[in-house]
C-alpha cells in the first residue's frame, strides 16, 4: 500500500492557462474522489468515481471542470481557462468499493496558486 | 442541507493536558462519522471512523465519540503533545439518492497548537 499519489504538488499559472492534475490512488480501490481546499476551510466535494465511471458531481464544479478515469486506475482533474478562484489545494481520495461507506484515504494535494 | 460546524476554531494547549475537540452536524442521516489530521501543507490523514451504530472509537490517545441523535461528536486527546499540533478536521458521510456513493461533508476544522 503507497498510499494516494498525487502530481504536482504546487502548480503555478497565470490566469487563463489550462492545468491538468493526476491522482493515483491505492491500487485495489475501485471509488475515487476529487475535493477542492481553500485556505481556513473543510474540504469541498468535487467529483466521485466509481471504477471509470463518474457517478457524482457537485454543482461546485463548472463547465471549466473535467475529471476523467480512462481505465478505471488514475485520476485526472482538469481546469480550463483558470481563474482567481480557482486557487486552492485539490485533493484526491480512494476508498474500496462494495459497501458504501468505507473510510476514504487522502493523498498530499496539489496546490494550485494563480497569478 | 447538512452543516458540519467546529468548536472552538483554535486551541492553544501546554503539553500535558487532555483536551476536547467539537464537532456538531444538522441532519443525523449519516453513515458514519470520520476525524482527520491535517499538517500545513499536507493532505488528510485519517484518525478514527465511527459507524452510525457505533457510539465511540479509540486509538490509542485518541478516542471519538457519535451521539447521532443529538449530532455531536466529539474528539478527545488524551496528555497532549507538540507533535499533535494540527487542524483536526471532522467529516460525516452523507447518503445519496441513487445509493451509488457517498459524498464526505466537512466542517472547518479545529487547529491546535500545543506548547512544550
Known amino acids: 500500500d503507497t498510499g494516494v499519489s498525487q502530481d504536482p504538488r504546487h502548480k503555478i499559472t497565470k490566469r487563463g492557462q489550462n492545468v491538468t492534475f493526476r491522482c493515483d490512488p491505492i491500487s485495489e480501490h475501485n471509488r475515487l474522489y476529487w475535493y477542492r481546499q481553500t485556505l481556513g476551510q473543510g474540504p469541498e466535494f468535487l467529483t466521485y468515481f466509481q471504477n471509470e465511471a463518474q457517478l457524482e458531481k457537485s454543482r461546485l464544479l463548472s463547465d471549466r471542470f473535467s475529471a476523467e478515469r480512462p481505465k478505471g486506475s488514475f485520476s485526472t482533474l482538469e481546469i480550463q481557462r483558470t481563474e482567481q478562484g480557482d486557487s486552492a489545494m485539490y485533493l484526491c481520495?480512494?476508498?474500496?468499493?462494495?459497501?458504501?461507506?468505507?473510510?476514504?484515504?487522502f493523498g498530499d494535494g496539489t496546490r494550485l496558486s494563480i497569478l | 442541507k447538512q452543516e458540519v460546524t467546529q468548536i472552538p476554531a483554535a486551541l492553544s494547549v501546554p503539553e500535558g493536558e487532555n483536551l476536547v475537540l467539537n464537532c456538531s452536524f444538522t441532519?443525523?442521516?449519516?453513515?458514519?462519522l470520520q476525524w482527520f489530521r491535517q499538517d500545513p501543507g499536507k493532505g488528510l490523514t485519517s484518525l478514527l471512523l465511527i459507524q452510525s451504530s457505533q457510539r465511540e472509537q479509540t486509538s490509542g490517545r485518541l478516542n471519538a465519540s457519535l451521539d447521532k441523535s443529538s449530532g455531536r461528536s466529539t474528539l478527545y486527546i488524551a496528555a497532549s503533545q507538540p507533535g499533535d499540533s494540527a487542524t483536526y478536521l471532522c467529516?460525516?458521510?452523507?447518503?445519496?439518492?441513487?445509493?451509488?456513493?457517498?459524498?464526505?461533508?466537512f466542517g472547518k476544522g479545529t487547529t491546535l497548537s500545543v506548547s512544550s
Open positions: 481520495a480512494s476508498s474500496e468499493g462494495g459497501v458504501a461507506h468505507q473510510p476514504q484515504h
Open positions: 441532519d443525523s442521516a449519516i453513515y458514519n
Open positions: 467529516a460525516v458521510y452523507v447518503p445519496k439518492a441513487n445509493q451509488a456513493g457517498t459524498a464526505l461533508i
